[in-house]
């Protein structure tokens, strides 16, 4: 069965540092990979969407790397404001015989920034 | 243009009441997805359709649980003789087509509060 790990799972930072978040695949037979953020009571906003074909993605302060051979991905968030205080999740698609992308999520890492 | 909408936002259930927990989809959407997520862990897998067929039930955590989307739009889930292990967040997500590339987007869930 796939696995996600996050790590580290809770960060607690000032404003204005640049950070990085991990995750990490048992299986690194990746197709492709969605960061989202949830913030508390309400659904996950997609970040950043990295193809198959892709290594990274950027969006503004972000940055997400995919390493397949590793099985990792990283997100890095430039310049932190407490606006990205949320919980970000690097869920697998899970493959084999399923085409249709269904989603297989860890327990996220939980950010917070502070003024 | 719409997201993912859904209702009701927050549903308070008696042990042994049926719900029925509604997700709109964003138009044109092929596929759809249900998840239930347990507080402070990341969302689980409960059944895809594509389209008004339902390819995959394998995360439907029992035969209480049943979803239907008759005309490939709308969908409902439908929780029978709710029990207090129901009581989650209840998300839908829909992506544009019926490939593992396809991004998700996710609605703001409800949340099921079952005594």
């Known amino acids: 069965k796939q696995e996600v790990t996050q790590i580290p799972a809770a960060l607690s930072v000032p404003e204005g540092e640049n950070l990085v978040l991990n995750c990490s695949f048992t299986d690194s037979a990746i197709y492709n990979l969605q960061w989202f953020r949830q913030d508390p009571g309400k659904g996950l906003t997609s970040l950043l969407l990295?193809?198959?074909?892709?290594r990274e993605q950027t969006s503004g302060r972000l940055n997400a790397s995919l390493d397949k051979s590793s099985g990792r991905s990283t997100l890095y968030i430039a310049a932190s404001q407490p606006g990205d205080s949320a919980t970000y999740l690097c869920?697998?698609?899970?493959?084999?015989?399923?085409?249709?992308?269904?989603?297989?999520f860890g327990q996220g890492t939980i950010l917070t920034v502070h003024p | 243009g719409a997201g993912v909408s859904q209702s009701p936002r927050y549903k308070v259930a008696k042990r042994g009441q049926d719900v029925a927990l509604r997700c709109d989809p964003i138009s044109g959407h092929v596929s759809l997805f249900w998840y239930q997520q347990a507080l402070g862990q990341g969302p689980e897998f409960l059944t895809y359709f594509q389209n008004e067929a339902q390819l995959d039930k394998s995360g439907l955590p029992s035969d209480r649980f049943f979803a239907e989307r008759p005309e490939g739009s709308v969908s409902t889930l439908k929780i029978q003789r709710t029990q207090q292990e129901d009581s989650a967040v209840y998300l839908c997500?829909?992506?544009?087509?019926?490939?593992?590339?396809?991004?998700?987007?996710f609605g703001p869930g409800t949340r099921l509060t079952v005594l």
């Open positions: 997500a829909s992506s544009p087509g019926y490939v593992r590339s396809n991004e998700q987007f």
């Open positions: 990295i193809q198959s074909s892709q």
């Open positions: 869920p697998f698609p899970l493959a084999g015989g399923t085409s249709y992308g269904k989603l297989t």
